[in-house]
């Protein structure tokens, strides 16, 4: 019997904490004031959502000072390639510019993420494909970055100069749909349950929807630091 009830008296003591925790990360998130990230260099990432989603997405980081925010990690849809080139373009286009002010414009990151969906598909294979990008998200946004520095690194990250700081997903994840932002959101906090550091989070609403927001703008909408309507 004693046993029992010790082992009772930890579920409840571990119950009563998580609901604390939790209770504290979504006040801290709700009503706290969020002091600016104030770094001389800012990490950031971008999830591209190809098509239009990158073709806006890539319009808005040409705007940044690049000596500012690097490094950049780029996320990008599997089998997506026409994103990982626009992406190649435009920062061997900065690196070029950075090369004739004689600066440096940092160095860039790309890690691919599993599809949440693709149009057409079967809404059943939602479920399975969330869970593959939340793993994957996970593994962003908690473990430790590998080394990048080398070249014959199979992981597929390239131009690189060296290790991302922590968190993979840098000081700022940049989104702009479509629906793999989910997992995205989702991972970053765990993160913030866990007490990790991790980034802040901003969606843009792509510049289509004039009327209304998007399901995916929908979901995050409560649920990121920072969420802005081009309207």
């Known amino acids: 019997l004693s046993t029992m009830v010790n082992y009772v008296s930890i579920f409840a003591a571990l119950t ?3 609901i604390f925790k939790c209770t504290l990360t979504v006040y801290k998130h709700f009503y ?30 040409d705007a940044l000072d690049f000596i500012k925010f690097s490094p950049r990690l780029y996320l990008i849809s599997s089998g997506d390639s026409l994103s990982t080139t626009k992406v190649r373009t435009l920062e061997n ?27 057409g598909q079967s809404i059943t294979s ?68 866990i007490g990790l550091p991790h980034p802040r989070m901003v969606y843009i609403e792509s510049w289509t929807r004039v009327d209304s927001l998007s399901k995916t703008g929908k979901i995050v909408k409560p649920f990121v630091d920072t969420f802005i309507t081009q309207w």
């Open 32 to 61: 706290s004031n969020k002091p600016p990230i104030g770094k001389e260099k800012v990490a950031i990432s971008l999830f591209l959502g190809s098509g239009g989603h990158t073709s806006e997405l890539l319009q808005i980081i």
């Open 16 to 18: 009563t904490f998580l």
């Open 126 to 193: 939602v479920p399975l494909n969330f869970f593959i990008t939340f793993f994957q998200a996970i593994v962003l946004a908690i473990l430790p970055p590998s080394d990048i520095s080398s070249p014959s690194n199979p992981s597929g990250r390239n131009n690189s100069v060296g290790d991302l700081p922590q968190p993979q997903l840098g000081d700022l994840l940049i989104m702009n749909g479509p629906a793999t932002s989910i997992p995205l959101v989702c991972a970053v906090w765990v993160a913030k349950f």
């Open 93 to 119: 286009k900065r690196s070029a510019d950075a090369m004739l002010e004689w600066s440096s414009a940092g160095y860039y990151d790309i890690s691919y993420l599993h599809r949440t969906r693709t149009p």
